[in-house]
């Protein structure tokens, strides 16, 4: 049985929200964003909530146009994406240092690099 590589599994966490960027660059945030999700996913889901707050108090700081609607919505997304991984991928635990997304001419992949477990 072949083993699914971490990249297969990010897509499938989060493939539909990276994909609502509109363009690459847009894409390429949401990949960051999501494999952040993933690495606090990975930690106990204490200190996974604790990294989300202290991401969210670092979002609002360098977005100030967003209003509190906005944050709690971004934050639900964020939180979703976490307890999606959880379940999915419970014993999975190897942590995303790098994610690019890379365009070729009819498609865009992911390369993705973890750390060693």
Known sequence: MKRQKISEMVVDLAGDYIGQGASLEERQCRLKLACTCWNYACAPEKTGK?????YMTE???WN?????EDCQKK???L?????????K??????QIVSCDLMSG???????IAVAPQ
Do not use: G
């Not at 604790?50 to 202290?54: E, G, K, R, T, V």
């Not at 100030?64 to 509190?68: H, K, L």
């Not at 001419?105 to 390369?111: A, D, G, P, Y």
């Open 59 to 61: 979002y609002r700081k």
């Open 50 to 54: 604790a990294q989300l707050d202290i």
């Open 105 to 111: 001419v009819n498609e865009e992949r992911l390369v």
């Open 64 to 68: 100030p146009e967003a209003t509190d």
């Open 75 to 77: 934050k639900r997304m």
């Open 89 to 94: 991928y419970p014993n999975v635990n190897s």
């Open 79 to 87: 939180e979703s994406l976490m307890r999606e991984k959880r379940k």
